[in-house]
């Protein structure tokens, strides 16, 4: 089987990067199209502004629907083309980065990716998540690339909600034990092959950085002021993680969210929130050890990551609802299907019971 690797062209991180945006995108073209929201416009408006001063580029801001569907990027192909841009930019979370993704692959365009919170790990991967217009998951996409370059200014994320950083360590956090799943099991990458070596030590990085740094972390973010823990914080959740997933895999954390926004309407829980409670899942379905599980479910509640279906908004799920989540957990996407053992409705439902059991109180 062939070992496979990839990640963004070029990565930069740092505090008031957003001030110098055009000399880190400079080789792409002299005009561009900015895909974001009014908030974020709102935010990033004067640094934007400031690092296109007294040259000539400029770009044209295409405010997005809210939502990553296919519609809503043949939309912005559609202005993109009539511009003429050079390049897209996606300025915002995930789902603006998810579909900036999307129409850079179909127009053949570079694409530049600048996150404004730490809520994902999809900055840097060659994915896009299309989802239709409620919301529900349909397909994550290959793109044809990884991003040109990823701008992470971190003095921007560090004033985005607690929230967001949270959910985002929720996301990172996964990381390593699906990579560890995936491994044992020999299951394929997002990038054609099986994680090498150095996508694994990836992952490993990403767990051991988010454990050492992250209590912290939150307290900078709390405090609304960067801080070294934070800015280790910050790669681990948009980079490591990001390069980690797409090279060694996903499996049934993932999976499980797949399945809980296609069974629970509305779905108002962050990606990161659920992958986190879907992580419990999966190792409830490994049977860890209840020392490994305890250590987990420790640094859960010291970081604030929920740890049941009552944490992520669903009140008193009854039985009915969770296997209706394990069913299509094992059905909407094949993420579950990567672990090192057979699984079926019937074990996804036992393990959500298991953790549902464990933090709730029953």
Known sequence: MVKTLAAPAKYYQGPDILKDLYTYINHLGKNFAVLTDEIVLGITKDNLEQSFKGIEAGYDVIIFGGESTQAEADRIIDEVTKAGCDAIIGLGGGKVTDTAKLVADISGLPVVIIPTAAATDAACSAMSVIYDENGTFVVSKRTKKNPDVVVVDTAVIAKAPVRTFVAGVGDAFACYYEARACRESGAMNYTGGVGSQAAFAIAELCNKVLR???????????????????????????????????????????????????????????????????????????????????????????????????????????????????????????????????????????????????????
Request: hydrophobic share 40%.
């Open 212 to 362: 050492e740094n992250a209590v912290e972390a939150k307290k900078a973010v709390e405090r609304k002021e960067w801080s070294e823990t934070l800015d280790r914080c910050i790669e681990a959740n948009i980079y490591l993680g990001g390069v980690g997933f797409e090279n060694n895999g996903c499996a049934i954390a993932h999976g499980v969210y797949n399945g809980m926004t296609a069974v629970i309407k509305p779905f108002d829980a962050m990606h990161g929130e659920a992958v986190a409670v879907g992580t419990l899942i999966q190792l409830a379905a490994e049977k860890i050890s209840i020392e490994e599980w305890n250590d987990i479910v420790a640094f859960y509640k010291e970081v604030g990551l929920p740890c049941c279906f009552k944490d992520l908004g669903v009140e008193d799920p009854d039985d009915e609802l969770l296997m209706k989540v394990a069913e299509a957990g094992c059905t909407v996407s094949p993420n579950a299907h990567k672990m090192p053992f057979k699984v079926t409705p019937e074990l996804m439902f036992k393990a959500i019971k298991t953790v549902e059991e464990r933090n709730s109180g029953k």
